[in-house]
């Protein structure tokens, strides 16, 4: 990170203690972040509780009218290296809002403890583990993994479901345990559906290569690659592989990151294009939210990342009920 732009400087700008001189640096500095930027230290600042929803009314702030009759709202990602991407992405765009997680960590006294994050909201949100990975939890759902996670061994236990971007560590493999079935990778993407009043546990592969058996050791484990799923029935020690498909390919559409622009588009016209790209349908509950305007650039891009960008840019909420997306909101007057 810039030696001026402080950890300390950023804390003061969110809470609207800098002189005009300081808020003019760090304007100046927000506007220069560019793919080679150093993030050093920003993690430590956004990770606190409430700061996103802060940075989200100070980039608002900053968001001037375009040339269209209706106010455009700018939204930008940059690709940057793998863990600066994640970092830029939470301070510029404000993926995770400050609610989202119940999230429960044993004290310093404890370490052999467990730590528990659960999406208690109707939003898919985004979690970093300390390896590097990514997950995405589904509504209802919640991973626990050991304090010393990444030291020894990458365990993680799901219930509900999820989807995983794994971080590539030939020595340490990645594990997911769900009701019965342990599924292991070395650095790949895939979703794993494992709700407790669900019959059956579903793993599904975007990229990759993951092995699915029974925690019990019992029955035979199958190999999945890019496009398989395996299905377990609960109560039968039988593990099934079901080969790639065109109805399994639009299951993890959602997943499949992608670059859009849009300039000066209204919601209604980036909504036809998702809905194209992403094999969904996005409902709105106003007919006025598909009147606002957005200058977007989203790079490299899941759907729910994307509709949670532009729902905090349009002062709307998003939610994932029963395979369905809603974009909820007052929208915006012509």
């Excluded at 940075?55 to 940059?78: D, F, H, N, Y």
């Excluded at 998702?274 to 996005?282: C, G, H, S, T």
């Excluded at 998003?318 to 929208?331: A, K, M, S």
Aim: net charge negative; charged share 25%; hydrophobic share 35%.
């Amino acid at each position: 990170m810039d030696k001026d732009i402080t950890e300390d400087l950023l804390r003061r700008y969110l809470a609207g203690e800098c002189t005009p001189e300081e808020q003019e640096r760090v304007n100046a500095w927000y506007e220069s972040l560019g793919n080679d930027s150093d993030l050093t230290g920003i993690l430590d600042v956004i990770q606190d509780e409430g700061v996103e929803d802060r940075l989200l009314g100070s980039i608002k702030a900053r968001i001037s009218p375009g040339e269209s009759e209706r106010p455009v709202r700018s939204l930008t990602v940059k690709r940057t290296t793998q863990w600066v991407r994640y970092a830029a992405v939470l301070l510029l765009l404000v993926l995770a809002g400050a609610g989202a997680f119940y999230f429960s960590a044993p004290s310093e006294t404890a370490p052999n403890q467990s730590v528990l994050v659960a999406n208690t909201e109707l939003t898919i949100r985004r979690t970093r583990l300390p390896d590097g990975s990514v997950i995405w939890l589904y509504p209802n759902s919640s991973i626990e993994f050991s304090w010393d996670f990444n030291k020894s061994a990458r365990d993680v236990s799901l219930k509900g479901e999820a989807f995983f971007v794994v971080a590539r560590d030939e020595n340490h493999p990645f594990s997911i345990r769900t009701a019965d079935v342990v599924t292991t990778v070395l650095g790949t993407s895939f979703n794993i559906k494992a709700y407790e009043h669900e019959p059956s546990i579903e793993v599904e592969v975007m990229s990759g290569k993951v092995r699915v058996g029974l925690s019990d050791k019992t029955g035979q484990e199958v190999l999945l690659t890019s496009n398989q799923k395996a299905t377990y029935r609960k109560g039968e020690a039988l593990v099934e592989m079901k080969e790639e498909s065109s109805e399994l390919a639009n299951e993890l559409a959602i997943w499949k990151p992608t670059n859009l622009f849009f300039e000066n588009a209204s919601v209604g016209t980036i909504l036809q294009s998702l809905n194209e790209r992403f094999k969904v349908r996005i409902h709105v509950s106003s007919s006025s939210i598909l009147n606002c305007m957005i200058r977007a650039d989203f790079n490299d891009q899941n759907l729910p990342d994307i509709l949670e960008m532009m729902s905090k840019s349009i002062n709307a909420t998003y939610r994932y009920e029963d395979d369905v997306f809603y974009l909820e909101g007052e929208g915006c007057t012509n």
